[in-house]
């Protein structure tokens, strides 16, 4: 190899593994030291690996002891409410700005939205959970200046980056049509009851923005709730000893929860975008996360049926056809689709000059 | 080493340790390669060169250029020997059973002969398996240098048509020389993507385009590339967003799928559509914002899309088209990324443009029609979607169809003029879930339901009426029965009670909804108020509204002060009344002038309070006080926003006639 292609590669290298270096490094090691220090007061035990870790939010969005210790916590049925410290380091950690630390927060948006939203419904104060979710919806605020994301759907007739049609556009209908995929956010200090679901609904949109940063447990989280909200019938049974059934790890007051929560579009939109993922992200090649997505869009699906929701319907059943022919590339040997079509094909000629 | 080849024909070989591998190469009988490719090749050249200057110049071919302004000429045209360096062909793969040395002269190569040994040494070793023994062949290569060396040789002008075979042959040489360097850099980046080492062999794939980009400088064209080069060149295209893919490095897969479909690499159509699909796919799914292509490859006038969703929606739209030109094979994925893709951004209405388009034959009749009807329904162009449900439902194609039946009952449960139609729609589907799905009964007796309540709106004897009513009640508590915790179903049969002025089980009713949806949604906290008041228990109905209030958005608020308004004139509380209608104009005001098209609620679009009907009501509260003048003010606002509306004339006239009962006494 040259030494030129060895340069290129120690570059990039180096700026491969020191994503989470800026310029401010150390004064986000900093912040992130002293979350990991507030969390050790909150969490039973700290993997010491974890203050010794040369990337600590790295590992502290990764580490599985942690997850874990954090995932019991937001399960259990107090969780959430004003006073909960978890919330409030949850509610920290994003406030502090650092990007690595906005990752951690994310990572556990899934189960706070689910054990939020399940909850939302029996009237029991959840500040806590609300705090975090509002923090989030505030930044996303500022971060957007309250701007709607719009989509203008293009029209193949007219000429564009890719593409050069010779036949000019017969029709006058040359408009765009401008879609809203997410509407101008209002600044929000409470969470009110109607705009419970576009709050969440948001946060979720911020969720899929890092979701390929997402560990799997995460992802998979996420799945088994859309299941539990989604209400669905047949799944039911299995439900109470579902991992992700909220509530019943602390005993006393047990509910069943999560069955056919509201589900309006400012919520499913940003849910079916984090399935698809789920669903298409071969690149990750999680076989889990994968069957997990795969399930909730069929409780979804059964969900939209139910409500007799056009759009849900569409999206839903293309994404379980899509599943079908993942399932189908999956189980073949090479994992990949049937060719690898970037195979030199093997021959048996010699060229020679 | 010498290698005895086919019939006689025995090539010297400078280096050793080269396996021949398939050596049982036979020619056929009789055909003098040499001949036949010398032959092939000069008409294929002429072909090549017309097209390539009809699609360079003056594009009046008829055909649509679609996507690659490297794309020119058909996929076969590649894949032959054209060159005469390369014999198997694409086409008819059964020849590659028989090999074939071709032999040309040595002068003029760019490459020592040390070097080729070794590039092909570790190619046989790469096809062998052996990844890791090919790995260290290419290492031992200084690949860059040889890169370096065939530049000059190659970056010469297009040949003239003086002198031309010359050119040409130095051309051929060269390329062939490139094309073995390219390769084994090719194949070091897929070595080094077998062991793992992604980032490694995304660096040498991207370098394999560095190269072909300085050796062409003006892209690549069908007149001056051999067709084993640009296998290469394809590959690498290809293969390089993969490696960044796997190796996690997204903004880099993107460049790279912008790259492979922006500059001129003279791809084959499968492999361009492969290569856009991909990106499509990538932009949908992956949550990598792409951000807007740079600044350098937007073209004048041209769409540029400005974000993931947009990049995609194109891309797969230009698929469809090139389905539909038949220039390339239909894949009913992109179909499905589409649909996903628009109902996402609720553009199903273009979707259905997108499906009305697909070729006939492809989709069963009636599976269009059902995607279609759910499209058009999902716009809220409901009588579009009747009228495909009325065709897929007729009992000629597809009468059992659960899902239109369903759909179409609902459509039809939304008109009092259809609701006949709807009970049909929804018995049959009811029969139907009976049979297949159980657990849709519930939804087919909720529509039933649905439609008898619309029908009894418009019934023309008493009797009729309250049997409509009691058919709607009926089957709501059954739907009820089966999904006790559907909230839309428990708002549907609270509004069905209160009509029916049963307005206790009515009551409980609205207060489970409220309690099912956490009081999120808005219609459920007036439904509950509106009871209240029914029952002459205004004060509980009003608390009920500031409740609601609470609960809402400032923007939001409009039909709740309409509603508090009235509560507090039937409190007969006229100038609080007054007070909640001052409210609500600011707020009506305020909306109109900042409302954009982005600044939806569903929730509240459906009964949006207008400017005109708080003039109007105003102008009634005014004159039922007798302030003639107030409400004289307000009807003439009212007048200015709707100038003949029966409303206004009605209360015009009142106002009149009480004016003259005054002025008479």
């Not at chain 1, 193949?156 to 050069?164: A, G, I, R």
């Not at chain 2, 062939?176 to 090719?186: D, G, Q, R, T």
């Not at chain 2, 790259?259 to 856009?276: M, Y």
Request: aromatic share 6%.
């Amino acid at each position: 190899m040259s030494d030129h292609t060895t340069a290129e590669l120690t570059v990039s290298d180096a700026t491969a593994t020191a994503t989470s270096a800026n310029p401010s490094q150390s004064d986000s090691f900093s912040k992130v030291r002293k979350a990991i220090q507030s969390l050790s007061t909150i969490l039973p035990s700290i993997p010491p690996s974890l203050s010794s870790s040369s990337n600590p939010s790295f590992s502290l969005l990764h580490d599985p002891e942690i997850s874990t210790h954090i995932s019991a916590l937001l399960r259990r049925s107090s969780a959430g409410a004003g006073d909960d410290n978890l919330c409030r380091w949850l509610y920290e950690a994003f406030q502090s700005g650092d990007p690595g630390l906005h990752l951690v927060v994310l990572r556990y948006i899934p189960l706070l939205a689910g054990a939020y939203l399940s909850r939302a419904t029996l009237r029991r104060p959840l500040a806590g959970f609300e705090a975090v979710l509002l923090a989030l919806y505030a930044h996303e605020t500022t971060s957007r200046a309250g701007q709607p994301v719009t989509v203008n759907v293009p029209d193949v007739f007219l000429p564009s980056l890719y593409h050069e049609p010779t036949s000019p556009a017969k029709s006058n209908s040359t408009t765009l049509n401008l879609a809203v995929v997410s509407p101008t956010l209002e600044p929000h200090g409470t969470v009110r009851a109607t705009r419970r679901a576009r709050i969440v609904g948001v946060a979720l949109e911020l969720y899929f923005g890092k979701i390929n940063e997402m560990p799997k447990s995460s992802k998979i989280d996420f799945c088994e709730f859309c299941t539990v909200w989604a209400g669905d019938r047949d799944g039911h049974h299995n439900l109470r000893s579902d991992p992700s059934q909220v509530g019943d790890t602390d005993g006393g007051d047990e509910v069943e929860l999560g069955t056919h929560i509201p589900l309006p579009w400012e919520l499913l939109q940003p849910i079916l975008r984090i399935l698809g993922h789920c669903v298409m992200g071969r690149w990750a090649n999680d076989k889990e996360v994968f069957d997990a997505a795969k399930e909730a869009c069929r409780s979804l699906h059964v969900r939209a049926m139910h409500d007799i929701n056009a759009k849900a319907i569409l999206a839903t059943e293309s994404l379980i056809r899509l599943g079908n022919n993942m399932c189908f590339e999956m189980e073949l040997p090479n994992g990949n689709g049937c060719v690898d079509p970037h195979e030199i094909p093997t021959t048996n000629v010699i060229t020679l000059n | 080493m010498s290698a005895r080849l086919g019939s006689g024909l025995s090539l010297g070989l400078g280096w050793e340790g080269l396996i021949v591998w398939g050596v049982a190469l036979h020619r056929r009988p009789g055909t003098l390669v040499g001949q036949h490719l010398a032959s092939g090749w000069e008409a294929r050249r002429g072909l090549n060169i017309s097209e390539g200057g009809l699609s360079l110049g003056s594009r009046a071919s008829g055909g649509e250029r679609l996507v690659m302004r490297a794309h020119r000429g058909k996929g076969e045209d590649r894949g032959h020997g054209w060159g005469g360096i390369w014999l198997v062909d694409g086409g008819t793969r059964r020849r590659r059973g028989w090999g074939v040395v071709h032999h040309r002269h040595r002068e003029g190569r760019g490459l020592s002969s040390g070097l080729e040994a070794r590039a092909l040494l570790g190619k046989l070793e790469y096809q062998r398996g052996n990844v890791e023994g090919a790995l260290r062949v290419f290492d031992g290569i200084d690949l860059q240098a040889a890169i370096q060396r065939l530049q000059p040789s190659l970056a010469e002008k297009p040949p003239s048509k003086k002198g031309r075979n010359r050119t040409e042959s130095q051309h051929a040489v060269s390329q062939h020389a490139a094309s073995l360097v390219l390769e084994a850099i090719y194949l070091k980046a897929k070595s080094l993507q077998k062991l793992g080492r992604l980032t490694e062999a995304a660096q040498e794939c991207k370098s394999v385009l560095d190269a072909v980009e300085k050796i062409f400088q003006q892209g690549i064209l069908d007149v001056e590339v051999d067709n084993k080069l640009q296998e290469i060149v394809s590959h690498a295209v290809e293969l390089l967003p993969e490696l960044w893919k796997q190796a996690g490095c997204h903004h880099e897969a993107i460049s790279a799928y912008r790259r492979a479909l922006l500059s001129l690499w003279n791809l084959e159509n499968d492999c361009c559509t492969r290569i856009q699909k991909e990106f499509a796919v990538f932009l949908l799914y992956s949550g990598v914002e792409a951000g807007p292509p740079s600044l350098g490859v937007q073209i004048d006038s041209s769409y540029v899309p400005r974000n993931n969703l947009e990049e995609a929606i194109l891309l797969l739209m230009i698929l469809l088209r090139k389905f539909h030109l038949c220039k390339a094979n239909w894949d009913p994925s992109v179909m499905e990324h589409l649909t996903f893709a628009l109902s996402i951004c609720n553009q199903t209405s273009v979707l259905a443009k997108q499906v009305e388009e697909i070729m006939p034959g492809v989709y069963h009749r009636v599976d269009r029609w059902n995607s279609l009807a759910l499209c058009y329904s999902g716009a809220g162009q409901n009588k579009a979607a009747l009228n495909l449900l009325r065709k897929s439902l007729h009992k000629h194609e597809r009468p059992d169809d659960l899902m239109a039946l369903l759909l179409a009952a609902k459509i039809c449960s939304e008109d009092s003029y259809l609701a006949a139609e709807g009970v049909g729609y929804a018995q049959r589907a009811i029969t139907n879930a009976e049979q297949h799905a159980d657990h849709l009964k519930g939804v087919g007796l909720h529509m039933l339901g649905l439609c008898f309540g619309k029908q009894a709106k418009v019934c023309s004897s008493d009797s009729e009426r309250s049997r409509f009513q009691s058919e709607a009640l009926k089957s709501l508590d059954g739907a009820i029965a089966l999904e006790h915790k559907n909230s839309d179903l428990i708002f549907d049969l609270g509004v069905r009670y209160a009509e029916h002025r049963n307005l206790n089980a009515a009551l409980r009713c609205a207060k489970q909804f409220i309690d099912e949806t956490g009081g999120s949604v808005i219609k459920g906290w007036r439904l509950l108020a509106l009871i209240l008041s029914a029952q002459q228990r205004f004060s509980e109905s009003e608390i009920v509204t500031d409740a609601a209030l609470d609960e809402t958005a400032k923007w939001d608020q409009g039909p709740l002060l309409r509603l508090k308004a009235k509560l507090k004139i039937s409190q007969s509380l006229p100038m609080d009344a007054i007070e909640m209608y001052r409210y609500l104009l600011a707020l009506v005001q305020a909306q109109r002038k900042s409302f954009g098209p982005f600044r939806v609620n569903p929730q509240v679009d459906d009964n949006k309070v207008n400017e005109f009907e708080v003039w109007h009501g105003l102008a009634n509260l005014y004159s039922s006080l007798s302030h003639w003048k107030d409400a004289e003010i307000c009807l003439g606002k009212a007048r200015q926003l709707k100038q003949y509306t029966a409303e206004t004339l009605h209360t015009e006239g009142k106002n009149s006639k009480s004016l003259d009962y005054f002025i008479e006494f």
